[in-house]
């Protein structure tokens, strides 16, 4: 089958290269012409684990293309999902405007039937927009589709390539027939292809991803408690994973969540509440305890110097929202930097991936260290931001010959407690005690 793919961020060209994987023959189109020049070289422009390998086989095979030219795609294909960006305004509603915007240019462009899929995250109601907005420009026959992706970054070619589920929101038994075909690949292997209606399916992705934010952020809050009460959230943690009822996904506390899902998806539905007359409650606390829990490691910070840490020298591991992504959008990494900043800290960061990301939003305001170890070199104390592996397993002797303080604060309890005791290290996590407290 012939498919367009509008918009080629993680989504977007994830889902296209997987289409074409399938044997399709997937055009993708973006506006940003020195971006799409590069895809034709075989440059991709976002990193995520094992993407790279499957987009060059599949330019190879000619099944994969790219193109600035909308009306040339359009014309090829039958089906176009739309995987465009939808940010947060400053209330928190969901910005439609390039979805629509496209939706208005393929209304105008079309000669032939199409199956106009929403791969966007978007709010309730969305697919009826699409639909009134090319309908005003067009009097041939279209079907508009929700099929809300579920894709984890730094995961997201293995789950794009085996979905736990497959989702379809769509009223036209024609376009159901055209997406069941487009996914018979995943269904002959067992995946189940879920059809409902299109505001089900779209209420679907917010759903799972409020869900999950709830989750992150309840074991936050049980994290601190841990800490008051002298638990041990990893205790906690797998007692409460081994029940089936909740499973173990999702459980391991930190500085809070960030990147383009978690934070984005948790406003809208709120504000989505909001102009419905409902109160989500239970969003709004979370959305208050994880700004709140980003940072929470900073007063720490400012405890075991003694209240004030300008001109002290704090090196950041990890500045990616998650591993195995270059994505720094909503990182927490970005809020300790600016509140450390603010009280008079010097950072210098090591995050070889998504150091580039950083260098646009922050240029020289921090250094930046070319390895892990080099970050260290005369630092007062050590940040742990995110859980890239290569930090896992250190060499805690050549820390402390680098560092002026053996200070460590964790905010992806990277390492068991006993490690850095037996290395003579300060090392605080979250939800559980502290360890070398004599050596502040």
């Known amino acids: 089958m012939n498919i367009t793919i509008v918009g080629t961020g993680y989504v977007g060209l994830v889902t296209g290269t ?6 399709n023959s997937v055009y993708c189109v973006d506006i940003d012409e020195k971006k799409v020049e590069g895809m034709k070289n075989g440059i991709v422009p976002i990193y995520e ?24 795609a359009l014309d090829k294909s039958e089906v176009v999902y739309l995987a465009l960006p939808t940010p947060p305004g400053e209330d928190g509603s969901a910005d439609l405007s390039y979805v629509l915007k496209v939706a208005n240019d ?33 009097t041939i026959d279209f079907d508009v589709v929700s099929n809300p992706e579920f894709l984890r970054e730094g995961f ?28 018979q690949p995943f269904t002959n292997t067992g995946i189940p292809i879920i059809f409902m209606d299109e505001k089900s399916s779209e209420l679907t992705k917010y759903a799972s991803n409020s869900f999950l934010a709830v989750k992150i952020t309840f074991m936050n809050e049980i994290a601190n408690y841990c800490e008051k009460v002298g638990a041990d959230v990893d205790k906690v943690r797998l007692g409460m994973g081994s029940d089936d009822r909740i499973g173990h996904r ?12 978690f934070p984005k998806d948790v406003k809208a539905l709120i504000k989505s509440g909001k102009d419905d007359d409902f109160n989500f409650q239970i969003l709004q606390a979370t959305e208050k305890v994880n700004i709140s829990q980003k940072v929470i490691l900073v007063s720490e910070i400012e405890k075991y110097f003694g209240g004030n840490i300008k001109g002290k020298k704090i090196a950041i591991w990890g500045l990616a929202f998650k591993a195995n992504t270059d ?36 240029g020289d305001k921090i250094s930046y260290a070319n390895t892990m170890y080099d970050a260290l070199e005369g630092s007062d104390a050590l940040f742990i931001a995110t859980e890239w592996p290569e930090f896992k397993n250190p060499n805690f002797d050549l820390m402390a010959k680098k560092m002026n303080n053996k200070a460590i604060f964790d905010g992806r309890n990277m390492f068991p407690l006993e490690v850095p005791q037996q290395k003579g290290f300060f090392y605080k996590s979250i939800g559980r005690k502290t360890v070398g407290e004599e050596t502040r």
């Open 106 to 138: 393929i209304g105008e462009m079309m000669t032939d039937y199409k199956v106009v899929v929403n791969k966007s995250t978007v709010p309730v109601g969305t697919a009826d927009r699409v639909r009134e907005t090319i309908s005003s420009k067009t």
């Open 327 to 362: 994505d720094i959008r909503e990182a927490s990494s970005l809020d300790n930097i600016a509140l450390l900043l603010e009280k008079g800290a010097e950072i210098v960061a090591y995050d070889l991936i998504a150091e580039e990301n950083v260098k646009k939003l922050l």
């Open 18 to 23: 997987t289409l074409a994987e399938l044997g």
């Open 250 to 261: 999702f459980l391991f506390p930190g500085i809070g969540y960030g990147g383009s899902c």
């Open 49 to 72: 684990p094992n993407l790279e390998e499957m987009f060059l086989r599949n330019i190879q095979s000619e099944r994969l293309f790219f193109t600035t030219n909308l009306k040339e």
């Open 156 to 183: 997201a070619v293995e789950d794009s390539m085996n979905p736990a589920r497959v989702v379809v929101g769509s009223s036209s038994d024609k376009a159901k027939d055209i997406m069941a075909k487009i996914y």
